[in-house]
Nanobody
Framework: QVQLVESGGGSVQAGGSLRLSCAASGSTNCMGWFRQAPGKEREGVASIGSLGGAARYDDSVKGRFTISQDNAKKTLSLQMNSLKPEDTAIYYC????????????????????WGQGTQVTVSS
């Protein structure tokens, strides 16, 4: 069983930055960040391969968001810069214990454990 606890959400003005963290208990393979805005489907934002492999980003965040993983501390982070109002959403940390991903996955069905979510609000 894996537990994921997110932190770091909040409110910021457009152009600002936030850093999300996800503390994981237990061993995981692929890990990623997803988000869900009101009235929209959950979408993959960024993911990282098993053992800190290559990262994968949604086109909407490329160049602005950076995913990283500290395997020793079992912590997944998402540095979000140049935030836009359209980044407003609940952000979820996700982990897979069943799939080995060399370069991450933005497909939600890859993941079998999810955090509780943290709200990110970007005002214009």
């Amino acid at each position: 069983q894996v537990q994921l606890v997110e932190s770091g959400g909040g409110s910021v003005q457009a152009g600002g930055s936030l850093r999300l963290s996800c503390a994981a208990s237990g061993s995981t393979n692929c890990m990623g960040w997803f988000r869900q805005a009101p009235g929209k489907e959950r979408e993959g934002v960024a993911s990282i391969g098993s053992l800190g492999g290559a990262a994968r980003y949604d086109d909407s965040v490329k160049g602005r968001f950076t995913i990283s993983q500290d395997n020793a501390k079992k912590t997944l982070s998402l540095q979000m810069n140049s935030l836009k109002p359209e980044d407003t959403a609940i952000y979820y940390c996700a982990a897979s214990t069943t799939f080995y991903c060399s370069s991450g996955s933005l497909i939600s069905s890859t993941y079998n454990f999810w955090g509780q979510g943290t709200q990110v609000t970007v005002s214009s």
